[in-house]
């Protein structure tokens, strides 16, 4: 019988914080210290284990909506990760400096055009950027089956002590407990590494009765040499998983598979240009591994490597994801990267490690001109070789910033050019194309009311479309674009591009086409 081990949650989502990390430009493990912080104070200030249990997660999660509107950050300010990277230089009201980076890393010309969009309309994308990002860590809490507690403090997670933070409609103590636990304990993680215990008392003192709960920034400076020490002497990743309070998680079965496929949504919602590619990835390459008769347990590691292979996604900026030209030396070496960065948000968790040792494969190629490490023949997996066609191929499928999606028979050429030149494996290719080729185009009337009209005019807004190219794409005008948008946002209850394309994503409205449950050869 296939005994499904499954993982404690706690592992998937430190291992998310990890990728939260890299999309902040900070080194791996700031959350996972965080956290730490902010569960020394909860017990100082003796609150029991379910209420811990909030501050843990919350701690995790506070900043996992961050990267939703990276597309967005990238347009007007240039590299997303050092405009966040910035974060804890100013204080959360510096926002205003933001004006100084618009069109940053071009050319003065380009700087000038990107600044007059900007002020026509761009600013529309900015405000309540950090609201939105409150909501969506508050949705991912509640598709991971997190209590009504934590989905409140994550969605609270940046109002501030005197009512001046976001969305602005909490004060004092009206903000839960577990979210002004986890913003003190994030910003002082910070000073202390920069600078040590002084630099985080500093901090907190500065802070104190504006952005910080004044009662709880007196008891870190209080018992500092506590709260903090020792933060650079304990296996961080051990000590977290450990600490997890009340009853220990475990996901099982379906549990699993649902729990990889939101955070995978999550993470494609880095770039309007994958919208479902990993869910579409696991699913074919799933279906391929049934296709060459591979045991139930060898396909369903299958698809979970495809839900979790491009993780590292988050830690390279969306001014490379999303250039529309070729990219440059330095931007391909940061691409190449990325499986890498997969691997490391994994490798903590010895449940997740497994898939992370395949999905780091993914884009190695049998003649040695993959990456990150150019292995060659029997270097690569059986299962990577099959994730690298699944995940050519559905690439190819899709749009991306450079080029228009290819169709199915371009895709299935390119493949088996690819195999010919010695780069894909054979027998993987011929399975993933098996499989593809019993796909069928998705149903076209859509969820929430939504006329086949909105259902194609919601996946071009998922894909980054400005209301003017989405306008062209399907010739009509852009005011009726605008009108199609707002009936769109009205009827599935978004307010921004992010949260109309995780609706997508959950609706099976993205990507364009969908797998037979199981195929047969």
Not at 391 to 406: I, L, N, S, T
Request: net charge negative; aromatic share 6%.
């Amino acid at each position: 019988m296939d005994a499904d081990p499954g993982f404690r949650l706690a592992e998937l989502v430190a291992a998310l914080s990890l990728g939260i990390d890299l999309g902040f430009g900070q080194p791996m493990e700031h959350v996972l210290r965080q956290c730490l912080i902010a569960l020394r104070l909860a017990e100082r200030i003796g609150l029991d284990e379910d209420e811990r249990a909030v501050v843990y997660y919350t701690a995790l999660l506070v900043n996992v909506g961050c990267h939703t509107d990276a597309h967005e950050q990238a347009k007007w300010f240039g590299d997303d990760i050092a405009l966040k990277s910035g974060k804890y230089d100013r204080s959360l009201r510096g926002a205003a400096t933001l004006v100084g980076r618009i069109g940053s890393g071009n050319p003065p010309l380009h700087r000038f055009r990107v600044g007059l969009e900007f002020v026509v309309s761009g600013h529309r994308d900015v405000e309540g950027m950090i609201v939105r990002h409150a909501r969506m860590a508050r949705v991912l809490a509640e598709e991971l089956d997190l209590p009504a507690e934590t989905q409140a403090a994550l969605g609270s997670a940046y109002e501030q002590w005197n009512g001046k933070g976001w969305p602005g409609e909490l004060e004092g103590d009206a903000i839960p407990l577990a979210a002004r636990l986890a913003q003190l304990a994030e910003f002082t993680e910070v000073a202390y590494r920069v600078g040590g215990i002084d630099a985080a008392s500093a901090v907190a003192r500065k802070r104190s009765g504006t952005q910080f709960d004044p009662e709880l920034a007196a008891r870190l400076c209080d018992d500092a040499d506590d709260v903090l020490g020792g933060l650079d002497e304990v296996g961080t990743w051990d000590a977290v998983i450990d600490a997890e309070p009340a009853l220990r998680v475990v996901l099982r079965g379906d549990r699993v598979d649902s729990a990889l496929a939101a955070v995978a949504s999550f993470v494609d919602l880095k770039s309007p240009f994958f919208g479902g590619h990993s869910r579409a990835v696991g699913e074919l390459a799933a279906a391929a591994g049934e296709q060459l008769g591979m045991a139930p347990e060898e396909v369903r590691a299958l698809r979970r490597a495809g839900l979790v292979h491009d993780f590292g996604r988050l830690g390279v900026s969306n001014a490379i994801w999303d250039k529309r030209g070729p990219l440059g030396p330095g931007e391909w070496e940061r691409v190449r990267t990325h499986p890498y960065l997969t691997e490391r948000i994994l490798h903590g968790s010895e449940s997740l490690r497994p898939l992370g040792a395949v999905a780091v494969q993914h884009c190695e190629r049998l003649d040695g001109s993959g990456y990150p490490r150019g292995l060659a023949g029997n270097a690569i997996s059986r299962p990577a070789r099959i994730l690298g066609a699944a995940d050519a191929y559905q690439a190819m499928r899709e749009p991306r910033a450079h080029r228009a999606e290819r169709t199915a028979d371009d895709a299935a050429a390119q493949l088996r050019t690819e195999v010919d030149a010695g780069r894909l494996d054979a027998e993987a290719a011929d399975a993933v194309l098996a499989a593809a080729g019993h796909r069928v185009r998705r149903r076209r009337e859509g969820p929430a009311g939504l006329t086949p009209r909105e259902v194609e005019v919601l996946r071009l807004l998922a894909q980054g479309l400005s209301n003017r190219e989405i306008a062209e794409r399907l010739v009509i005008s852009p005011k009726t674009a605008g009108n199609h948008i707002e009936h769109i946002y009205a009827k599935i209850d978004a307010s921004s591009r992010a949260t109309a394309s995780l609706f997508a994503m959950q609706n099976g409205l993205l990507p364009e086409e969908e797998f037979p449950a199981a195929v047969t050869a």
